[in-house]
């Protein structure tokens, strides 16, 4: 069997899916992509298809992730990797169809036959957050996430840490102690301002603190840690395993959330789960995307001793045109149960894409985040 063609699809709200089509007439599908940089990442998932995977054995995955990340001499970072990431998957879901298997079954088999799931709420400038909590744990959901603040000053005033623990504080009137609340800084916070809220929202009970800081200053979450006693959660902009070294050797991270669209896809993740699992942390994958890479997600998810919940999109508020059900043709495969979603039997991914639905939307990859400024002008972290 042999790789004869690919064809790459940038579909709203901010996706880029990826096809992969064999001599054989097997077809597998990946999600390579940054959330706004769909056209570079396009470029590099063209560059590597055309010069290392076009013409070769689908079914040698680990040698063509070798090939991909170590044939070029400058590696790693989010571009490259996400369009490891997506091409990845696609060799797996070849690979699972191949042998008429789903792609955990090739990895060892199940840890379990489900996982828990959270549900966003809030948006990017947290508001109305009591009212959306409701309403999705009405809906069955039993782990929540939301914003911590909007942008921070570098040290912002009693009023902007009051505010973000009146917030949490409000959710977690509104829905009790027995749902989760995971509480996401998006690294929008400085240290100094990451400990005082860490210390501040603490008296909530937040399931969770994410990405306290940015990925560069991990150096500060041993601080950080110790002005809580709430779990530390991070790696969403956490690429490789050579990336995860420092904060399991650290030992204050309690949660892992490697993307698998990003962090070099299944085959990587599964080995960064493998390694968080021996320093007794959770693996939480993150997924803010597509189908295609929340079914990678479970495949992992499925085999991981550690796999504690599961992040998925459904109604995020950047899905504002398009939604993780729209690109299947069974949505019914992501039916969520009392907080929990199956992991899909089917074979390979375990996902059926509606291709006429990819190709009537495709074109659009002109998404771009915002960009925030404080009131003197500069730039703010969004």
Same mark, same amino acid.
């Given at each position: 069997?042999?790789?004869?063609?690919?064809?790459?699809?940038?579909?709203?709200?901010?996706?880029?899916?990826?096809?992969?089509?064999?001599?054989?007439? &097997?077809?597998?599908?990946?999600? $390579?992509?940054?959330?706004? !940089? *769909?056209?570079?990442?396009?470029? @590099? =998932?063209? +560059?590597?298809?055309?010069?290392?995977?076009?013409?070769?054995?689908?079914?040698?995955?680990?040698?063509?992730?070798?090939?991909?990340?170590?044939?070029?001499?400058?590696?790693?970072?989010?571009?490259?990797?996400?369009?490891?990431?997506?091409?990845?998957?696609?060799?797996?879901?070849?690979?699972?169809?191949?042998?008429?298997?789903?792609?955990?079954?090739?990895?060892?088999?199940?840890?379990?036959?489900?996982?828990?799931?959270?549900q966003w709420i809030g948006g990017d400038r947290p508001d109305g957050v009591a009212d959306a909590a409701?309403?999705?744990?009405?809906?069955?959901?039993?782990?929540?996430?939301?914003?911590?603040?909007?942008? &921070?000053?570098?040290?912002?005033? $009693?009023?902007?840490?009051? !505010? *973000?623990?009146?917030?949490?504080? @409000? =959710?977690? +009137?509104?829905?009790?102690?027995?749902?989760?609340?995971?509480?996401?800084?998006?690294g929008r916070v400085t240290k100094p301002m990451a400990k005082r809220l860490a210390e501040a929202l603490s008296d909530h009970d937040p399931f969770f603190l994410e990405e306290p800081v940015l990925p560069e200053h991990n150096d500060a979450l041993p601080e950080i840690a110790a002005h809580t006693s709430t779990p530390i959660a991070t790696g969403e902009r956490m690429f490789s395993r050579w990336d995860f070294k420092e904060v399991f050797e650290q030992g204050v991270v309690d949660i892992i959330q490697p993307d698998v669209s990003h962090a070099g896809g299944i085959t990587e993740v599964n080995k960064i789960a493998a390694m968080a699992e021996a320093y007794d942390v959770a693996l939480a994958p993150h997924c803010p995307l597509g189908p295609i890479a929340l079914a990678a997600c479970l495949q992992v998810d499925a085999c991981a001793p550690n796999a504690l919940i599961q992040e998925q999109s459904l109604d995020i508020h950047y899905n504002e045109t398009s939604d993780v059900l729209d690109y299947l043709a069974d949505p019914s495969v992501f039916e969520y149960?009392?907080?929990?979603?199956?992991?899909?039997?089917?074979?390979?991914?375990?996902?059926?894409?509606?291709?006429?639905?990819?190709?009537?939307?495709?074109?659009?990859?002109?998404?771009?985040?915002?960009?925030?400024?404080?009131?003197?002008?500069?730039?703010?972290?969004?």
């Amino acid at each position: 069997m042999k790789i004869v063609d690919y064809d790459l699809y940038a579909v709203p709200p901010r996706w880029l899916f990826l096809r992969v089509e064999t001599d054989t007439g &097997l077809v597998g599908w990946g999600e $390579p992509v940054v959330e706004g !940089r *769909a056209r570079t990442v396009r470029t @590099a =998932v063209e +560059e590597l298809m055309d010069t290392y995977l076009l013409g070769s054995d689908p079914l040698r995955i680990e040698d063509h992730w070798q090939t991909m990340y170590r044939g070029g001499f400058y590696r790693g970072g989010p571009v490259l990797m996400s369009a490891i990431a997506g091409v990845d998957q696609a060799l797996w879901d070849i690979k699972g169809k191949h042998h008429d298997a789903p792609v955990h079954e090739l990895l060892g088999g199940k840890a379990r036959d489900r996982i828990r799931v959270y549900q966003w709420i809030g948006g990017d400038r947290p508001d109305g957050v009591a009212d959306a909590a409701r309403e999705k744990v009405d809906a069955g959901f039993t782990a929540l996430k939301m914003n911590a603040t909007s942008e &921070l000053r570098r040290i912002d005033s $009693p009023k902007a840490v009051s !505010r *973000a623990v009146d917030r949490l504080g @409000a =959710v977690r +009137e509104a829905v009790g102690d027995e749902v989760d609340i995971g509480v996401d800084f998006h690294g929008r916070v400085t240290k100094p301002m990451a400990k005082r809220l860490a210390e501040a929202l603490s008296d909530h009970d937040p399931f969770f603190l994410e990405e306290p800081v940015l990925p560069e200053h991990n150096d500060a979450l041993p601080e950080i840690a110790a002005h809580t006693s709430t779990p530390i959660a991070t790696g969403e902009r956490m690429f490789s395993r050579w990336d995860f070294k420092e904060v399991f050797e650290q030992g204050v991270v309690d949660i892992i959330q490697p993307d698998v669209s990003h962090a070099g896809g299944i085959t990587e993740v599964n080995k960064i789960a493998a390694m968080a699992e021996a320093y007794d942390v959770a693996l939480a994958p993150h997924c803010p995307l597509g189908p295609i890479a929340l079914a990678a997600c479970l495949q992992v998810d499925a085999c991981a001793p550690n796999a504690l919940i599961q992040e998925q999109s459904l109604d995020i508020h950047y899905n504002e045109t398009s939604d993780v059900l729209d690109y299947l043709a069974d949505p019914s495969v992501f039916e969520y149960d009392e907080g929990f979603v199956d992991i899909p039997d089917g074979p390979g991914l375990g996902v059926d894409i509606d291709v006429s639905m990819v190709e009537e939307r495709a074109g659009h990859d002109d998404w771009h985040n915002p960009v925030w400024r404080h009131p003197d002008g500069s730039v703010a972290e969004w």
